[in-house]
């Protein structure tokens, strides 16, 4: 973020904002990622992102690239909202001390990456059903012999019926599943993302009480974001396996992180961690390189404006 000082309010409304367009411009690469990440040896349907798209328009439509997306859309103005306004407010308060080094920049990630997951493991966890529904369901007409045997075919379930029965056979809990490998790539991923993000674009500040252009914080943020995406990804793998609820009749089914670490590594061998890689990539860079251009820009401040002040 910017150095200048923003107020609580105008951070979510800048958090969600970013949040709102960067999914609806990237959101089927976040598709095809999903997809991509959950099919196995014996069950690849997609060779590619490309050819992961190009099949889901053929036999889903163009909206069926966006499957998942309301989920998304609902859920990630309070998960990035919370994201970027915990990091402001942990490097704030850790820098009253002195100068803020580069492990306290790491440890206010930290505190954002695990403010974070109270909304982004239930978001997740819908949105993958949503989104890899309509692999099994081509799976059905494509593959035949990786359905098992007397799975009828039934219309794929709404986020509201997959949380309701979420909650009816399993509590709370069902929609926190995954909750461990979310922690284990949300963590990680912002100790890289912001002190690399706030170094990058600490370097196109033309003084040292200046502010840097927009284009740099956009490039920054681009940067830091593929980067640490890159570098979470077999993490994210793992998760987006554990929080599959359905599978083909020739795919493992895992117990827990370390269960799945070792299948994937005996079946997949260790190429299978990077499936998505580059999707991932694709999809966080214009997600971070948004948020920054809009807190750059001042949108939730100049919203603010329009609000009545209030008398002292």
């Known amino acids: 973020m910017a150095d200048k000082q923003i107020s609580l309010p105008a951070k979510l409304i800048n958090g969600g904002i970013a949040g709102l367009i960067g999914v609806t411009c990237v959101f089927p690469i976040d598709l095809a990622k999903t997809r991509l990440q959950n099919q196995q040896n014996g069950s690849r349907l997609y060779t590619s992102m490309s050819d992961c798209l190009i099949k889901t328009i053929r036999s889903e439509g163009y909206f069926g690239m966006y499957r998942g997306a309301a989920v998304n859309l609902t859920l990630v103005t309070p998960e990035k909202a919370i994201k970027l306004a915990a990091n402001d407010f942990f490097r704030h308060h850790l820098s009253k001390d002195g100068k803020l080094t580069l492990f306290k920049e790491m440890l206010a990630g930290c505190g954002a990456g695990t403010c974070q997951v109270i909304v982004t ?51 709370i809990a069902g929609l926190y599943k995954g909750l461990g490998a979310t922690l284990l790539r949300d963590v990680p991923f912002s100790i890289i993302y912001f002190p690399l993000f706030a170094n990058l674009n600490n370097l196109g500040k033309r003084g040292s009480d200046d502010t ?10 681009c940067v830091a ?34 269960d799945c670490i070792r299948k994937i590594m005996r079946n997949e061998g260790p190429s299978a961690f990077l499936k998505g890689a580059y999707c991932r990539a694709l999809v966080i860079a214009p997600l971070f390189g948004i948020a920054q251009v809009v807190y750059f820009l001042g949108v939730g401040e100049f919203i603010l404006s329009f609000l009545p002040k209030k008398d002292n």
């Open 121 to 171: 493991t239930p978001m997740e966890m819908l949105k993958i059903q949503l989104q890899d529904a309509g692999r099994l369901a081509a799976q059905r007409k494509l593959m035949p012999e990786t359905v098992p045997v007397g799975t009828v075919e039934t219309k794929s379930p709404t986020a509201m019926q997959l949380t309701r029965e979420l909650l009816r056979e399993k509590g």
């Open 212 to 221: 840097a252009p927009f284009y740099v914080s956009f490039i920054s943020g």
């Open 225 to 258: 974001g593929s980067t640490a995406a890159v570098a979470v990804n077999p993490v994210d793998v793992i998760k987006t396996r554990l929080q599959s609820l359905n599978r083909g009749s020739t795919e493992d089914t895992y117990s827990g992180v370390t």
